[in-house]
């Protein structure tokens, strides 16, 4: 080929690479080594290159995609530029592990970084060096290469310095592991066991982030098992596009996400699962596709998972395995692996109820640990506890059967609880019977009289006196009328706190106590405490007599409320209401609802909080916290102790106290 103006420009590199090849006097065999050769992805290196040790994989050999083919895409998206995290929220034993350890041999062989495996404790990074990277460098020749064919020269807690890169293997709980040596390419590896600080710094993530500050490609992996809703990968899971493996029927061909909900169970005559061992025998438990209602055999729901797909979420796959919808570009990918989408050879529909019915059993003998478990280990998803709930339509029906300031029938001792306003006091008076059945007797707004400003300020409490010295009749027997007076007050001393001792250690319309309502007391559902004699004016009160503060757990004691708000038909803990009962009572006896919220403990660390709070869309709780204080009153009167024979409470018999009991006073 002769140079010349009419060539086109492939022509021109053809003519310049002959040249350069004669040029140089090599063949063109060798010169075609000497090109570049393109970069093996994740998937394809851990083809060519994984052997696994028959000690450690159920399946040894060759490394095959095959049996895990949900995790080709979370590890092609290690190779892509667009992606700057990969987020796994997954099972136990699901082979997570293996991905990790692709995803570090395919770093150090094809992409040659700095990088850092992060693990929750140095007894976790020597388990996984000991047992399954070293047989990973031992079984693969480029690794064993790049390590200088000794394996000692892997190390932990520092770094270890490769042909072509660094790694460095790292625990969560030593800042020291950590180190602030710049890494591009880090693994967060089950990081819900991570400590939520490491030391005085900062959370274990974060720290490991800062060290990809100066790398503009910066990828990071992380994956774990959930715990709650509060664990790292959930809240990241949250934060990336939430893909789902959605399966294709192989008889209908649609494709929907596996869940736990499509599966069946057969039960007893009774409507109860069956034993653990029937199930584990096979033959009683089928996944049925939501979509036509099919059953699938093992060998079918295999074949759904190979023909299936991630998509994230907002979007579907139609029938032709193409996703529908659209979404906002997110450069976090964040995946969702559920113990349904494994292989037969690892886990079965049959496995699985044998371990649903395991926990069942246990938490309905009072064990969560087995639901939780299940929840997260098999299903990958996080464990929510059902929380208490109150419901305004269904306590409206609990409306009926007598008229307010009226004693029903069962009522055996009266008991009231009070909410201090600023101008006002809410105020109720419930009646009790056999077995905490309750009957709401009277509910009042008592307005008063403010004088001054806020907490400094004083406010007339004679209003308040004269309902609490109010009697209420009894149903007629023969001729005689009798009334029933309120047997015990708790009166909230959050506000006006001097006010309400005074007016407490003066009462004499019957036993009258402030109380206080707190979320974390140890000490059951209240306890006695002496009042602090941290002014003049309480002194002056203690010097009339005794007078104790009671400090009530709003969490048990507005828990048990709301279990007897929810005793559906009248007899033992069912909640009666009068006739006339409106709106806004119902509304505020249904204005708070269980939540678990996260919270630091006087030792600094992150603990979940069981406590009652306001539902986003109410906003005053007056009656039900007048409410959860007189059932405080009922307590302390021993209405626990009422049976159907008693016409009033049997006392409590008097407990030595001992010298810690005075102590703790």
Request: proline share 5%.
């Amino acid at each position: 080929m002769v140079w010349g103006a009419g060539m086109n420009r492939a022509q021109k590199h053809t003519l310049v690479a002959e040249f350069s090849v004669e040029a140089l006097g090599v063949l063109a065999e060798e010169a075609a080594t000497l090109e570049p050769r393109e970069k093996r992805t994740v998937v394809q290196w851990a083809a060519d290159e994984r052997i696994l040790d028959p000690l450690t994989a159920p399946i040894p050999g060759r490394f095959n995609w095959d049996y895990t083919p949900f995790w080709i895409e979370p590890a092609l998206a290690m190779s892509d530029p667009e992606v700057r995290a990969v987020i796994i929220q997954k099972p136990a034993q699901c082979g997570g592990t293996e991905l990790t350890n692709n995803v570090i041999g395919w770093a150090i062989d094809e992409n040659p970084v700095p990088l850092m495996v992060i693990m929750p404790s140095e007894r976790d990074v020597t388990r996984r060096v000991d047992v399954r990277l070293r047989a990973m460098f031992q079984a693969c020749p480029s690794l064993m290469r790049h390590l200088g064919g000794d394996l000692t020269n892997l190390n932990i807690g520092k770094e270890t310095i490769l042909d072509n890169c660094i790694l460095y293997l790292a625990w969560a709980s030593s800042a020291a592991a950590l180190g602030d040596s710049p890494v591009c390419l880090v693994i967060f590896d089950e990081v819900d066991k991570y400590p939520d600080l490491v030391g005085r710094e900062a959370d274990p993530i974060s720290l490991g982030q800062q060290r990809q500050r100066t790398f503009l490609f910066a990828k990071t992996l992380e994956l774990s098992t959930p715990t709650d809703q509060w664990g790292h990968i959930h809240r990241d899971f949250q934060a990336g596009d939430r893909r789902e493996w959605w399966a294709k029927c192989p008889h209908c061909g649609e494709n929907h996400i596996l869940r736990w909900a499509n599966v069946q169970l057969d039960k007893t005559k009774e409507g109860k699962l069956l034993s653990p061992s029937e199930y584990a025998a096979g033959g009683h438990a089928r996944y049925a596709c939501p979509l036509c209602g099919s059953i699938w055999t093992e060998v079918e729901r295999w074949e759904a998972v190979s023909a299936g797909r991630w998509a994230p979420a907002g979007q579907g796959v139609n029938a032709d395995g193409k996703l529908t919808g659209k979404v906002k570009p997110n450069n976090r990918r964040s995946y969702h692996v559920s113990a349904l989408m494994l292989n037969p050879v690892f886990m079965t529909t049959d496995r699985l109820a044998e371990k649903w019915a395991v926990a069942r059993d246990r938490y309905h003998g009072g064990d969560h640990g087995g639901m939780i478990d299940f929840i997260n280990s098999e299903l990958g998803e996080v464990w929510a506890p059902t929380e208490a709930t109150t419901d305004q339509t269904a306590l409206a029906k609990h409306i009926g059967g007598y008229a307010f300031n009226t004693i029903p029938d069962g009522v055996r001792v009266l008991t009231a609880g009070v909410d201090v306003q600023m101008d006002c006091f809410y105020a109720t008076v419930w009646g009790w019977g056999a077995g905490y059945e309750n009957w709401l007797i009277a509910r009042r707004r008592i307005e008063t009289t403010s004088f001054g400003e806020g907490a400094a300020g004083a406010m007339d409490f004679e209003p308040l006196r004269a309902f609490l010295t109010e009697t209420f009749p009894l149903p007629m027997i023969g001729k005689t009328e009798e009334t029933m007076p309120i047997s015990l007050t708790f009166i909230d001393a959050q506000y006006r706190t001097d006010q309400v001792y005074e007016f407490c250690a003066g009462f004499t319309g019957g036993d009258c106590y402030p109380a206080r309502g707190e979320d974390g007391l140890r000490d059951g559902y209240m306890t006695p405490s002496k009042l602090e004699r941290t002014t003049e004016r309480r002194r002056r009160i203690l010097r009339r007599g005794q007078l104790e503060l009671w400090r009530c757990s709003t969490l048990l004691l507005k828990s048990q409320l709301a279990r007897l708000m929810n005793v559906p038909n009248a007899g033992a803990g069912h909640m009666h209401l009068p006739e006339g009962t409106d709106e806004d009572f119902l509304k505020q006896m249904t204005s708070e609802h269980l939540r678990i919220e996260r919270k630091r403990n006087r030792y600094g660390k992150m603990q979940n909080s069981r406590m009652w709070v306001l539902k986003p869309a109410h906003t005053a709780n007056h009656y039900w916290d007048a409410s959860y204080l007189a059932l405080a009153a009922a307590r302390h009167r021993g209405v626990h102790r009422l049976t159907e024979t008693t016409t009033t409470p049997p006392k409590r018999t008097a407990r030595r106290v001992s010298s810690m009991d005075r102590f703790r006073r």
